[in-house]
Protein backbone atom coordinates (compact mmCIF):
# COMPACT_ATOMS: atom_id res chain seq x y z
CA UNK A 1 0.00 0.00 0.00
CA UNK A 2 1.33 3.22 -0.95
CA UNK A 3 1.80 5.88 1.60
CA UNK A 4 -1.32 8.05 0.31
CA UNK A 5 -3.16 4.94 0.13
CA UNK A 6 -2.49 4.67 4.06
CA UNK A 7 -2.86 7.87 4.38
CA UNK A 8 -6.21 8.01 2.83
CA UNK A 9 -6.83 5.04 4.91
CA UNK A 10 -5.96 6.30 7.93
CA UNK A 11 -8.06 9.50 7.54
CA UNK A 12 -11.23 7.00 7.00
CA UNK A 13 -10.35 5.44 10.04
CA UNK A 14 -9.61 8.85 12.00
CA UNK A 15 -13.37 10.45 10.92
CA UNK A 16 -14.94 7.05 11.85
CA UNK A 17 -13.34 7.10 15.42
CA UNK A 18 -14.71 10.84 15.49
CA UNK A 19 -18.09 9.99 15.06
CA UNK A 20 -18.49 7.14 16.67
CA UNK A 21 -17.03 8.98 19.36
CA UNK A 22 -19.39 11.83 18.86
CA UNK A 23 -22.36 9.65 18.99
CA UNK A 24 -21.43 7.79 21.92
CA UNK A 25 -20.91 11.32 23.40
CA UNK A 26 -24.58 12.43 22.31
CA UNK A 27 -26.14 9.26 23.29
CA UNK A 28 -24.84 9.77 27.34
CA UNK A 29 -25.83 13.30 27.04
CA UNK A 30 -28.99 12.12 26.27
CA UNK A 31 -29.00 9.79 28.97
CA UNK A 32 -28.04 12.09 31.52
CA UNK A 33 -30.90 14.51 30.43
CA UNK A 34 -33.65 12.12 31.48
CA UNK A 35 -33.09 12.62 34.75
CA UNK A 36 -33.88 9.83 37.76
CA UNK A 37 -36.77 7.13 37.06
CA UNK A 38 -39.36 6.12 39.42
CA UNK A 39 -39.35 2.92 39.07
CA UNK A 40 -41.15 1.22 42.36
CA UNK A 41 -43.58 -1.40 41.32
CA UNK A 42 -46.95 0.01 42.74
CA UNK A 43 -50.33 -0.86 41.88
CA UNK A 44 -53.24 1.17 41.40
CA UNK A 45 -56.02 -1.35 40.91
CA UNK A 46 -58.44 0.54 43.59
CA UNK A 47 -57.12 3.69 42.29
CA UNK A 48 -59.62 6.47 40.11
CA UNK A 49 -57.04 8.87 38.72
CA UNK A 50 -57.73 12.45 36.69
CA UNK A 51 -55.01 13.26 34.89
CA UNK A 52 -55.45 17.57 32.79
CA UNK A 53 -54.52 17.65 29.79
CA UNK A 54 -53.14 13.65 28.92
CA UNK A 55 -53.73 13.70 24.90
CA UNK A 56 -50.05 14.00 24.50
CA UNK A 57 -46.70 14.84 25.91
CA UNK A 58 -45.79 13.97 29.83
CA UNK A 59 -49.87 13.54 30.07
CA UNK A 60 -50.23 11.19 28.00
CA UNK A 61 -47.34 8.96 29.59
CA UNK A 62 -48.91 9.45 32.85
CA UNK A 63 -51.85 8.26 31.65
CA UNK A 64 -50.27 5.24 29.62
CA UNK A 65 -48.31 4.42 33.27
CA UNK A 66 -51.02 4.95 35.40
CA UNK A 67 -53.43 2.61 32.97
CA UNK A 68 -50.61 -0.12 33.34
CA UNK A 69 -50.40 -0.25 37.03
CA UNK A 70 -54.38 -1.17 36.68
CA UNK A 71 -55.92 2.22 37.41
CA UNK A 72 -58.64 3.75 36.36
CA UNK A 73 -58.03 6.80 34.29
CA UNK A 74 -60.13 9.53 33.53
CA UNK A 75 -58.26 11.50 30.28
CA UNK A 76 -59.37 15.14 30.69
CA UNK A 77 -58.83 16.72 27.45
CA UNK A 78 -59.70 19.89 25.81
CA UNK A 79 -59.19 18.36 21.94
CA UNK A 80 -61.27 14.90 22.02
CA UNK A 81 -60.53 13.70 18.75
CA UNK A 82 -57.03 13.02 19.49
CA UNK A 83 -57.68 12.03 23.17
CA UNK A 84 -60.03 9.26 22.21
CA UNK A 85 -57.05 7.91 19.64
CA UNK A 86 -54.51 8.38 22.67
CA UNK A 87 -57.27 6.18 25.23
CA UNK A 88 -57.57 3.41 22.15
CA UNK A 89 -53.79 3.36 22.08
CA UNK A 90 -53.03 3.50 25.92
CA UNK A 91 -55.63 0.61 26.03
CA UNK A 92 -54.15 -1.41 23.54
CA UNK A 93 -50.75 -1.40 25.13
CA UNK A 94 -51.75 -1.86 28.72
CA UNK A 95 -54.99 -3.82 28.23
CA UNK A 96 -57.22 -1.88 30.52
CA UNK A 97 -60.50 -1.00 29.54
CA UNK A 98 -60.94 1.40 32.37
CA UNK A 99 -59.45 4.59 30.72
CA UNK A 100 -62.22 7.11 29.46
CA UNK A 101 -61.70 10.22 27.74
CA UNK A 102 -63.83 12.93 28.91
CA UNK A 103 -64.09 16.91 27.95
CA UNK A 104 -62.34 19.20 29.56
CA UNK A 105 -62.09 22.44 28.64
CA UNK A 106 -59.82 24.76 31.56
CA UNK A 107 -60.12 28.23 29.52
CA UNK A 108 -63.65 27.67 30.66
CA UNK A 109 -65.02 27.82 33.66
CA UNK A 110 -68.33 26.57 32.11
CA UNK A 111 -66.44 23.31 31.14
CA UNK A 112 -64.74 22.73 34.12
CA UNK A 113 -67.85 22.47 36.08
CA UNK A 114 -69.97 20.26 33.67
CA UNK A 115 -66.51 18.00 33.64
CA UNK A 116 -66.76 17.43 37.24
CA UNK A 117 -70.97 17.39 37.21
CA UNK A 118 -70.22 14.62 34.79
CA UNK A 119 -67.42 12.80 36.60
CA UNK A 120 -69.19 12.62 40.00
CA UNK A 121 -72.45 10.74 38.04
CA UNK A 122 -69.79 8.09 36.99
CA UNK A 123 -67.67 7.80 40.01
CA UNK A 124 -68.15 7.83 43.57
CA UNK A 125 -64.54 8.31 44.53
CA UNK A 126 -61.83 10.13 43.09
CA UNK A 127 -57.78 8.81 44.70
CA UNK A 128 -55.65 10.91 42.55
CA UNK A 129 -56.10 14.27 40.67
CA UNK A 130 -53.37 15.41 38.22
CA UNK A 131 -53.10 19.00 37.27
CA UNK A 132 -51.03 18.57 33.96
CA UNK A 133 -52.42 20.07 31.36
CA UNK A 134 -51.05 23.59 30.60
CA UNK A 135 -49.90 26.81 27.08
CA UNK A 136 -46.51 28.14 27.46
CA UNK A 137 -45.60 31.91 26.28
CA UNK A 138 -48.67 32.83 24.32
CA UNK A 139 -49.88 35.71 22.77
CA UNK A 140 -52.08 37.24 24.87
CA UNK A 141 -55.15 35.93 24.37
CA UNK A 142 -58.10 35.33 27.12
CA UNK A 143 -60.15 32.69 28.38
CA UNK A 144 -63.71 32.21 27.51
CA UNK A 145 -64.60 34.48 30.82
CA UNK A 146 -61.99 37.38 30.10
CA UNK A 147 -58.76 35.65 31.72
CA UNK A 148 -55.41 35.35 30.35
CA UNK A 149 -54.88 32.74 29.36
CA UNK A 150 -51.96 31.35 31.00
CA UNK A 151 -52.96 32.47 33.85
CA UNK A 152 -56.59 31.13 33.57
CA UNK A 153 -55.41 28.15 31.77
CA UNK A 154 -52.40 26.86 34.14
CA UNK A 155 -53.86 28.37 37.70
CA UNK A 156 -57.65 29.58 37.38
CA UNK A 157 -58.97 26.63 35.45
CA UNK A 158 -57.44 24.09 37.54
CA UNK A 159 -57.86 25.96 40.90
CA UNK A 160 -61.71 25.66 40.47
CA UNK A 161 -61.22 22.10 38.83
CA UNK A 162 -59.78 20.97 42.06
CA UNK A 163 -61.85 22.98 44.49
CA UNK A 164 -64.84 21.09 43.09
CA UNK A 165 -63.64 18.23 43.64
CA UNK A 166 -62.11 18.31 47.34
CA UNK A 167 -65.18 16.64 48.80
CA UNK A 168 -64.97 13.40 46.70
CA UNK A 169 -60.65 14.28 47.45
CA UNK A 170 -61.61 13.73 51.46
CA UNK A 171 -64.48 11.35 51.22
CA UNK A 172 -61.51 9.03 49.38
CA UNK A 173 -58.36 9.61 51.32
CA UNK A 174 -55.91 9.09 52.01
CA UNK A 175 -55.80 11.07 48.47
CA UNK A 176 -53.29 13.53 46.34
CA UNK A 177 -53.05 16.06 44.40
CA UNK A 178 -50.31 16.52 42.30
CA UNK A 179 -49.83 20.21 40.78
CA UNK A 180 -47.28 19.98 37.51
CA UNK A 181 -45.48 23.83 38.01
CA UNK A 182 -42.08 24.57 36.82
CA UNK A 183 -38.93 25.74 38.07
CA UNK A 184 -39.33 28.86 36.34
CA UNK A 185 -41.58 29.99 39.10
CA UNK A 186 -38.89 31.33 40.71
CA UNK A 187 -38.41 33.77 38.40
CA UNK A 188 -42.65 35.35 38.90
CA UNK A 189 -44.22 37.71 40.49
CA UNK A 190 -47.74 38.19 40.85
CA UNK A 191 -48.49 41.42 40.30
CA UNK A 192 -51.28 41.90 42.06
CA UNK A 193 -51.94 45.78 40.48
CA UNK A 194 -52.49 44.00 37.35
CA UNK A 195 -53.06 40.03 37.94
CA UNK A 196 -54.94 39.92 34.30
CA UNK A 197 -52.43 41.56 32.74
CA UNK A 198 -54.52 44.00 31.05
CA UNK A 199 -52.63 47.44 31.87
CA UNK A 200 -49.46 45.31 30.04
CA UNK A 201 -48.45 42.34 28.89
CA UNK A 202 -45.20 39.75 28.49
CA UNK A 203 -45.64 36.01 27.45
CA UNK A 204 -42.75 35.41 29.20
CA UNK A 205 -43.37 37.28 32.71
CA UNK A 206 -46.96 35.92 32.31
CA UNK A 207 -45.99 32.24 32.43
CA UNK A 208 -44.20 33.03 35.12
CA UNK A 209 -46.91 34.10 36.80
CA UNK A 210 -48.69 31.37 36.20
CA UNK A 211 -46.21 29.06 37.33
CA UNK A 212 -45.83 30.61 40.25
CA UNK A 213 -49.33 30.60 40.98
CA UNK A 214 -49.51 27.01 40.90
CA UNK A 215 -46.65 26.98 43.46
CA UNK A 216 -48.93 28.98 45.40
CA UNK A 217 -51.85 27.39 44.89
CA UNK A 218 -50.28 23.90 46.57
CA UNK A 219 -48.55 25.11 49.81
CA UNK A 220 -51.92 27.17 50.45
CA UNK A 221 -54.00 24.36 49.45
CA UNK A 222 -51.88 21.70 51.56
CA UNK A 223 -52.57 23.89 54.52
CA UNK A 224 -56.30 24.18 54.23
CA UNK A 225 -56.27 20.15 53.71
CA UNK A 226 -53.98 19.49 56.95
CA UNK A 227 -55.76 16.39 58.83
CA UNK A 228 -58.22 15.36 56.06
CA UNK A 229 -55.69 12.85 54.45
CA UNK A 230 -55.34 14.55 51.24
CA UNK A 231 -51.86 16.11 50.00
CA UNK A 232 -50.59 18.37 47.77
CA UNK A 233 -47.53 18.73 45.98
CA UNK A 234 -45.77 20.98 43.29
CA UNK A 235 -42.98 20.07 41.06
CA UNK A 236 -41.06 20.61 38.03
CA UNK A 237 -41.18 18.27 35.37
CA UNK A 238 -37.65 18.71 33.79
CA UNK A 239 -37.33 20.49 30.36
CA UNK A 240 -39.44 18.26 28.17
CA UNK A 241 -39.86 18.50 24.38
CA UNK A 242 -43.66 18.09 24.12
CA UNK A 243 -46.12 20.17 22.43
CA UNK A 244 -46.14 22.96 24.64
CA UNK A 245 -43.09 24.57 23.09
CA UNK A 246 -45.30 24.97 19.78
CA UNK A 247 -45.76 28.87 20.27
CA UNK A 248 -41.42 28.98 20.39
CA UNK A 249 -39.49 30.85 18.09
CA UNK A 250 -37.16 28.67 16.19
CA UNK A 251 -33.86 29.78 18.25
CA UNK A 252 -35.79 29.18 21.12
CA UNK A 253 -36.18 25.30 20.27
CA UNK A 254 -32.46 25.21 18.95
CA UNK A 255 -31.43 26.81 22.14
CA UNK A 256 -33.10 25.96 25.12
CA UNK A 257 -31.44 24.14 25.75
CA UNK A 258 -30.43 22.16 22.89
CA UNK A 259 -32.60 19.26 21.50
CA UNK A 260 -30.46 16.26 22.61
CA UNK A 261 -30.69 17.74 26.07
CA UNK A 262 -34.41 17.69 26.76
CA UNK A 263 -35.97 14.94 28.39
CA UNK A 264 -38.48 12.54 26.56
CA UNK A 265 -42.51 13.13 27.73
CA UNK A 266 -41.90 9.71 29.66
CA UNK A 267 -38.64 10.89 31.05
CA UNK A 268 -40.75 14.53 31.99
CA UNK A 269 -44.15 12.09 33.15
CA UNK A 270 -41.11 10.37 36.25
CA UNK A 271 -41.56 13.04 39.04
CA UNK A 272 -45.23 13.54 38.87
CA UNK A 273 -45.59 9.59 38.87
CA UNK A 274 -43.42 9.78 42.24
CA UNK A 275 -45.64 12.17 44.07
CA UNK A 276 -48.87 10.68 42.99
CA UNK A 277 -47.96 7.10 43.43
CA UNK A 278 -45.08 6.67 46.04
CA UNK A 279 -45.80 4.88 49.44
CA UNK A 280 -43.14 7.08 51.08
CA UNK A 281 -45.19 10.25 50.25
CA UNK A 282 -48.27 9.44 51.70
CA UNK A 283 -48.46 12.14 54.14
CA UNK A 284 -46.13 14.50 52.54
CA UNK A 285 -47.81 17.46 51.26
CA UNK A 286 -46.79 21.18 50.64
CA UNK A 287 -43.68 20.29 49.07
CA UNK A 288 -41.83 20.88 45.73
CA UNK A 289 -40.05 18.41 43.46
CA UNK A 290 -37.80 18.00 40.71
CA UNK A 291 -36.25 14.89 38.78
CA UNK A 292 -38.28 12.90 42.02
CA UNK A 293 -36.27 14.67 44.79
CA UNK A 294 -37.56 17.07 46.93
CA UNK A 295 -36.33 20.83 46.88
CA UNK A 296 -36.15 23.80 49.18
CA UNK A 297 -38.41 26.06 47.26
CA UNK A 298 -37.32 29.46 46.13
CA UNK A 299 -38.62 32.30 49.04
CA UNK A 300 -41.13 33.71 46.17
CA UNK A 301 -42.83 30.12 47.22
CA UNK A 302 -42.92 31.06 50.81
CA UNK A 303 -45.11 34.39 50.92
CA UNK A 304 -47.78 33.06 52.58
CA UNK A 305 -49.51 36.50 52.50
CA UNK A 306 -49.31 36.35 48.77
CA UNK A 307 -50.54 32.42 48.80
CA UNK A 308 -53.59 34.09 50.90
CA UNK A 309 -54.29 36.77 48.58
CA UNK A 310 -54.16 34.66 45.54
CA UNK A 311 -56.39 31.93 47.26
CA UNK A 312 -58.86 34.89 47.91
CA UNK A 313 -58.78 36.21 44.23
CA UNK A 314 -59.03 33.32 42.78
CA UNK A 315 -62.16 31.95 44.91
CA UNK A 316 -63.68 35.62 43.58
CA UNK A 317 -62.94 35.17 40.13
CA UNK A 318 -63.68 31.55 39.74
CA UNK A 319 -67.04 31.80 42.07
CA UNK A 320 -65.20 28.32 43.37
CA UNK A 321 -67.26 28.79 46.39
CA UNK A 322 -70.52 28.06 44.43
CA UNK A 323 -71.55 24.44 43.22
CA UNK A 324 -73.11 23.54 40.23
Known amino acids: MSEGETNVV ?18 LIRRIAQGNQFTKDVRAENKVVIVTGSSGGIGKETALDLASRGATV ?8 KCEQAR ?15 KLDLASLE ?13 ERLDILINNAGVMNLPRWETEDGFEMQLGVNHLGHFLLTNLLLDTLKASAPSRIVVVASMVYSLGVIRK ?31 RLEGTGVTCNSLHPGVVQTELMRYQTIVSKLVIPFRIC ?31 TMEEESS ?11 WNKSVEWTKSDQRF
Open 10 to 27: AMIGGTICLIAGLIMLGW
Open 111 to 123: SVRNFVKEFLEEE
Open 193 to 223: DDLNSKKSYNKFTAYFQSKLANVLFAKELSK
Open 300 to 310: VAKDDEMAKWL
Open 262 to 292: LKSPKSGAQTQLMVALDPDLEKVSGKYFENC
Open 74 to 81: YMACRDMQ
Open 88 to 102: LQIIDKTKNSKVYAR
